[in-house]
């Protein structure tokens, strides 16, 4: 048990990029030709040739669920069903060691599945549908993955293969590729989204609190008088002593900077990959699932620790006699305090692959991390006398983890929140959402009053000031949340906006008017251009998320303030884009698009749309976006991103509306 959120951690560090590499890898190994036949009955035959390289294996379509298998389906939509699969090919059936010496069935070479299907009059248009398949090499098992195909009627009624692969659109990509939006020259110069320094700045100091957090914990915080005597004492001299720890503290830093690696290679050269990962529904329950184990750890059901092998290995090289040895100490902590900081590391990394992260941004966070833990070994070796202040390790530092499990819990309800918003399940409305975090808030009042009892953290015989002050706090917090409940113009939180879903994602349908702005336009670019050009107005396109934070902090904090609301409501065409919406574009509107580094990009969602028409026209990734254009798609001034002061977007619109008025007087 111990080593399953160490799985778990790893998956939210690399599976991602696993999931990329075992695509590319199943692409050469198993390549799909499809056709047709006329069966002796006259039914149509679908034909499904696999070939495969050598030494792979294709698993059987006949495998039980239990086992590795291969399947054929067909399109929900399709109203012809399949009568049964025939297969012909090398057939194998052995014993397979990975699934406890199971009898397998696996095709080598060639395979030719035999798809009879009882046709319906019902199917007036292309017969679609995929074969989800599973393949093996010595010992790693790939898939299932899935390889779409499609079926077209010839001139004499017959079923043929068609293309798969969506086909390059002319006219589809100009509509996302604007010829006439000049970024580098906007009609006036105001704007643009130059705050990313203040943006990293803060999520450093994100950071520097978390490290702080990991600080004190019992994993961490009794080592800090340990390691700062070990090097004063064992050190030839005092300056040695203190370089060493100094030394000691930076190599701590940059091994949390080296986490973050990785993500770059991640993210390589598509600029929306994070974004897209980040938003995938089944990732994001994945992410909440590993919250709530981040919870149950600090609860004490169990503790997440890497294996003793890499605590031991990095500990044999910890020589304070060299540099090497200095880095490996370093390692030893970090890796002997997993069990502890892990959770805390594990929210940032999910944190950063959020619509408005990326590698720079994790890096940013575990430097700030790594500066917060490290730094206190270096002044304490710079001042010894330090020590002699710090509080004594006690069940204080226990009492944190299990606020912290708390805290965990409440951020398991965004990642489900998440993909909850992004397949429309209506699950977790907003009322819902307010009611859980509420009562998490009050079972940890109810903890830090003793009511609560954990069996490895006996409540205290007198409760303290600290411990009742933060029950007090949290409680107040709960009390602030409630009216979230409600159907009031006061169900609008200000200080949580963005964590809970959107003031129209509610129990009671319409809500009552708390003052936001309502788009004229959803998920509807050429809509809003026409109703621009009828209206005579200039449009402000807000590239958004339904998992997007800052998006909804915008909505409900900032367009609602007077002077940015009527600007809005009165002056532009509002279209709101959302960048990571699932829903599939019809058959007829999906496309191969050409993206300006000349690599090949499938249109096939909501999403895929308006996040390669932001990235491609105004070359950013992140959301919100605001992006003002004139009716015929001129640049008014500069794209802004977050933008929490009214005034200054207030001042933006203002800028774009003067744009407007001097190109096109009315």
């Not at 991602?16 to 075992?22: D, E, K, M, P, T």
């Not at 009552?512 to 050429?526: L, M, R, S």
Request: glycine share 8%; net charge positive.
């Amino acid at each position: 048990m111990k080593q399953i959120l160490l799985l778990l951690t790893l998956f939210v560090f690399f599976g991602a990029l696993r999931v990329a590499a075992q695509t590319d890898t199943t692409k050469q190994a198993v390549t799909w030709d499809f056709s047709a036949q006329q069966g002796a009955d006259g039914k149509p035959i679908l034909v499904l040739h696999a070939k495969l390289l050598d030494g792979w294996r294709l698993y059987s379509t006949n495998m039980p669920d239990s086992l590795p298998n291969s399947r054929v389906a067909l399109d929900s939509s399709i109203k012809s069903t399949i009568s049964g699969i025939e297969e012909k090919g090398s057939v194998h059936d052995q014993k397979e060691p990975l699934f406890n010496n199971a009898t397998t069935r696996s095709f080598t070479g060639d395979a030719q599945w035999f798809v009879h299907l009882q046709p319906s009059s019902a199917d007036t248009k292309d017969l679609k549908g995929t074969v989800t398949f599973m393949a093996i090499y010595k010992d790693s098992v790939i898939g299932p993955l899935e390889v779409p195909f499609r079926y077209g009627h010839d001139a004499s009624g017959a079923l043929v293969a068609k293309s798969a692969d969506l086909q390059e659109s002319a006219g589809a990509s100009n509509d996302l590729k604007k010829a006439s939006i000049d970024l580098g020259n906007p009609v006036n110069a105001c704007g643009g989204t130059g705050g990313d320094t203040k943006g990293l700045l803060n999520i450093f100091i994100l950071g520097l609190l978390g490290g702080l957090v990991g600080l004190v914990m019992p994993c961490t915080f009794p080592m800090i008088p340990l390691t700062v005597s070990f090097f004063t004492k064992k050190s030839t001299s005092r300056s040695k002593g203190i370089a060493n720890a100094f030394l000691y503290g930076f190599f701590i830093f940059l091994i949390y900077i080296l986490i973050s690696v990785p993500f770059y290679f991640l993210q390589g050269n598509n600029a929306n990959i994070l974004n897209t990962i980040s938003t995938n529904i089944w990732l994001n329950l994945f992410f909440a699932a590993v919250f709530i184990a981040f919870a149950l750890s600090f609860f004490g059901l169990f503790e997440i620790t890497l294996p003793s092998r890499f605590s031991n290995s990095a500990d044999s090289k910890a020589n304070i006699g060299s540099v090497g040895g200095i880095f490996f100490m370093a390692l030893t902590l970090a890796i002997v305090s997993f069990s502890c900081t892990g959770p805390i590391l594990g929210s940032f990394v999910v944190s950063s692959l959020g619509p408005n992260g990326g590698a720079i941004q994790l890096t940013v966070v575990l430097a700030g991390f790594g500066f917060a833990l490290g730094l206190p070994f270096a002044l304490f070796a710079l001042f010894p006398s330090w020590l002699q202040s710090l509080p004594r390790s006690g069940a204080w530092m226990n009492t944190i983890k299990i606020v912290f499990g708390f805290v965990e819990l409440a951020l398991a309800l965004k990642y489900l929140s998440n993909s909850d918003l992004v397949a429309h399940w209506g699950l977790l409305k907003r009322e819902t959402f307010f009611a859980l975090w509420i009562l998490i808030s009050l079972a940890l009042v109810l903890y830090l009053l003793g009511v609560i009892k954990f069996h490895h953290d006996p409540p205290p015989k007198k409760l303290g000031k600290v411990r009742i002050a933060a029950a007090l706090l949290f409680l107040a917090f709960a009390v602030y949340l409630a009216p979230g409940l409600t159907n009031t113009p006061y169900a609008n939180r200000a200080l949580v906006s963005g964590f809970p879903p959107p003031l129209s994602y509610s129990l009671y349908g319409k809500t009552q008017d708390a003052g936001e702005v309502q788009a004229n336009v959803v998920n509807d670019y050429n809509k809003a251009l026409a109703l621009a050009k009828k209206e005579h107005k200039p449009i402000l396109i807000d590239f958004t998320g339904w998992a997007c934070v800052n998006c909804r902090k915008m909505e409900e904090n900032v367009w609602p303030k007077s002077g940015v609301k009527e600007l809005i409501s009165k002056d532009y065409i509002l279209v709101s884009l959302y960048v990571d919406d699932r829903k599939q574009l019809p058959d007829d509107e999906q496309f191969t698009f050409t993206t300006s580094d000349g690599s090949k990009k499938a249109i096939r969602t909501i999403g895929d749309k308006f996040a390669t028409l932001q990235s491609e026209n105004f070359r950013n990734a992140s959301q919100p976006l605001y992006v003002l254009i004139s009716p015929d798609e001129k640049l008014l001034n500069k794209p802004v991103g977050y933008t929490p002061d009214p005034n200054t977007y207030a001042q933006w619109l203002q800028c774009g509306l003067q744009a407007f008025n001097k190109t096109t007087p009315r």
